[in-house]
């Protein structure tokens, strides 16, 4: 049963476009969600995160949404460059200080 | 660089052997953790230690253990190997027992064959 999902594998956007990418969960005594980044050959590097008692939370150019009616969150990077080009995970945690649980992670390719 | 540092980094094996992989997490961080990735998953939540005492457990197989040290470092061993225990398999340290941004080392890619 997966509580965390990335319903997109890979995804592919123009240099300089906006790159949205999605995640779902379905518990719901989630209340902190974190996005990292992985490069080939690297550990997971904390992106940006947030808490549900916010719907947004910017960090230059990346910015997380949380729809906790929907149970949806999105990762919008403004603009896309090249060396955004990597795997990302959604993670999110309840409570009580739960471990994280990880989506499976959506492959972003930035085209020059 | 996280300051985590997992050894080995590649490690090759055959069915049935047992492994350990070693985990330092960055200095002053009390709390480990352990994740499995395999191919086409997620990071899969297998054990955690905060300083020195397991403080929560995930799908971590009984063939696999860990511990932690009196000196904060972690191993995790895996025993009577099989093929779909190939993976990569990180630890994480973070400063306290809280959940929030976890520091992930390299990883450690294990092969069974």
């Known amino acids: 049963d997966q509580q965390v999902k990335q319903n997109s594998p890979s995804l592919s956007v123009q240099e300089g476009r906006i790159s949205i990418l999605n995640c779902d969960y379905t518990n719901s005594m989630f209340d902190y969600f974190l996005w990292y980044k992985k490069y080939p050959a690297e550990g997971p590097t904390f992106l940006i995160s947030i808490s549900s008692i916010k719907d947004k939370n910017e960090d230059g150019r990346f910015t997380v949404f949380l729809n906790k009616s929907a149970k949806h969150l999105s990762l919008h990077i403004v603009p896309s460059q090249p060396g955004d080009s990597a795997v990302y995970f959604c993670?999110?945690?309840?409570?009580?200080?739960?471990?994280?649980?990880f989506g499976k992670g959506t492959r972003l390719s930035v085209i020059a | 660089d996280s300051g985590v540092t997992q050894t080995p980094k590649h490690l090759i094996t055959a069915t049935g052997q047992r492994v350990t992989l070693r985990c330092s997490p960055r200095?002053?961080?009390?709390?480990v953790y352990w994740y499995q990735q395999s191919l086409d998953q997620g990071l899969q939540f297998l054990i955690q230690?905060?300083?020195?005492?397991?403080?929560a457990k995930g799908n971590i197989l009984e063939r696999f253990s860990a511990q932690q040290f009196p000196d904060l470092h972690s191993e995790l061993n895996l025993s009577s190997l099989e093929l779909g225990d190939s993976a990569l398999y990180f630890c994480a340290s973070q400063p306290g027992g809280h959940t929030g941004e976890l520091f992930f080392g390299e990883g450690s890619r294990l092969t069974v064959l």
């Open positions: 230690y905060y300083n020195g005492e397991e403080r």
């Open positions: 993670a999110a945690s309840a409570a009580g200080n739960t471990p994280l649980v």
């Open positions: 200095s002053g961080d009390l709390s």
